[in-house]
């Protein structure tokens, strides 16, 4: 079992950054699938970035370009830099792992505000 927790939410304005953690209780070396989703107000959850099997990163079309996704395996911690921040970006943001014997991990969520 693996436990996920956020950190790095906040309210910041149109064009900031925000670096959001996620620090896992278990190895994350072995997880087939490691990154974020995202659920905005009204919408379905959302993959935004993810380190994918094979060691292939994924991203959002959206966040391409201002997002990046990177990992600290020695500290079992995942990050996601998000630049240029937009209103649209506003969700609630999860972490999640996919274990390499099956089983979803997520975390509770943290909370992002764009706005002005």
């Known amino acids: 079992q693996v436990q996920l927790v956020e950190s790095g939410g906040g309210l910041v304005q149109p064009g900031g950054s925000l670096r959001l953690s996620c620090a896992a209780s278990g190895s994350i070396f072995m997880m087939n699938t490691l990154g974020w989703y995202r659920r905005a107000p009204g919408k379905q959850r959302e993959l935004v970035a993810v380190?994918?099997?094979?060691?292939?990163?994924n991203y959002k079309d959206s966040v391409k370009d201002r997002f990046t996704i990177s990992r600290d395996n020695a500290k079992n911690m995942v990050y996601l830099q998000m630049n240029t921040l937009k209103p649209e970006d506003t969700a609630v943001y999860y972490c999640?792992?996919?274990?390499?014997?099956?089983?979803?991990?997520w975390g509770q969520g943290t909370q992002v505000t764009v706005s002005s």
């Open positions: 999640y792992a996919h274990g390499p014997y099956g089983g979803d991990y």
């Open positions: 380190f994918a099997r094979g060691g292939t990163t």
